[in-house]
């Protein structure tokens, strides 16, 4: 069975910076799109980033544009999420997941999700 780690979250001060890791146990990474989504407590889960399967495109959710940046190692089977200038707002648990379908912002778009990593950004 397919399975996503990811890895890399913490506590950190707002303006620091955290990269985020998901590692899949097969060939996962470069067989879907790779999406990050996160879950504040209390809300609903959001769009955070994807990077496409083929070509390796990029879309961010407004909220990350100019301070994330996700990409990929195919050859480490892992999606990265650099996530800059961070912002109390930007605390969360963050999951990675690999999309089955295209609309890439919608999380039932996604079929296999990973256990999630805690962010923490104190002011």
């Known amino acids: 069975q397919v399975q996503l780690v990811e890895s890399g979250g913490g506590l950190v001060q707002a303006g620091g910076s955290l990269r985020l890791s998901c590692a899949a146990s097969e060939r996962t990474c470069s067989s879907y799109a790779m999406g990050w989504f996160r879950q504040a407590p209390g809300k609903a889960r959001e769009f955070v980033a994807v990077i496409r399967r083929t070509g390796g495109s990029t879309y961010y959710a407004e909220s990350g544009k100019g301070r994330f940046t996700i990409s990929r190692d195919n050859a480490k089977n892992t999606v990265y999420l650099q996530m800059d200038s961070l912002k109390p707002e930007d605390k969360a648990a963050y999951y990675c997941?690999?999309?089955?379908?295209?609309?890439?912002?919608?999380?039932?778009?996604?079929?296999?999700w990973g256990q999630g990593t805690q962010v923490t950004v104190s002011s």
């Open positions: 997941a690999a999309a089955t379908g295209t609309r890439y912002w919608i999380a039932n778009e996604y079929d296999l």
